[in-house]
């Protein structure tokens, strides 16, 4: 009898065995995404480190900003009295860099197509060789077609240009 009484026995009692229980899956789901989330404390440590990095961040970009728009007040006169010095130097620079990176790419271009030729003649059947070969072919029939024309027409076409031709 002092058992029944008892309220942890009633709750085994009242409480379904784990083989009847079905699993929800979404109530395990949200549970889980429950037990990861942060409480107060974490949110408000997060928020404060937040707010101190975007000051500290904002000041360093404040003074990167002054520091820049004083230089170029202090250098300024210096910059505008060299800057016939300056201006071929960089030219210069600029153009052999140009140079240099387009013979680069063209070194490039020109490795990659003897490549895909190399490819493409010894058989090997690189990207894209089908549509040459089709390209190849319609070129193909294209010159039979106009070689058949001209031997079809050729009398004709040879008559009028001898009556049009001067003199004749």
């Known amino acids: 009898m002092a058992e029944r009484n008892n309220p942890t026995h009633q709750q085994q009692q009242q409480r379904p065995s784990r083989a009847n229980r079905t699993v929800v899956p979404s109530s395990t789901f949200l549970q889980k995404i429950q037990s990861h989330a942060p409480n107060t404390t974490h949110f408000l440590g997060f928020l ?8 500290t961040l904002l000041i360093l970009t404040g003074l990167t900003l002054t520091v ?3 230089g170029l007040v202090c250098f300024m006169p210096v910059i505008v009295v ?15 860099a140009f140079g240099f990176l387009s013979a680069c790419g063209f070194g490039v271009a020109v490795a990659a197509g003897s490549t895909w030729m190399y490819r493409y003649f010894r058989g090997m059947h690189p990207p894209g060789s089908d549509q040459v070969d089709s390209a190849r072919t ?21 008559s009028k240009v001898k009556d049009a031709a001067p003199g004749a």
């Open 48 to 55: 404060l480190l937040f707010f101190v990095s975007a000051t």
């Open 82 to 96: 060299s800057s016939p010095v300056w201006f071929p130097i960089c030219t210069l620079l600029f153009l052999t």
């Open 68 to 70: 820049t728009v004083f």
């Open 138 to 158: 319609r070129i193909y029939d294209t010159a039979s077609h106009v070689k058949d024309y001209a031997m079809e027409y050729g009398g004709y076409l040879q």
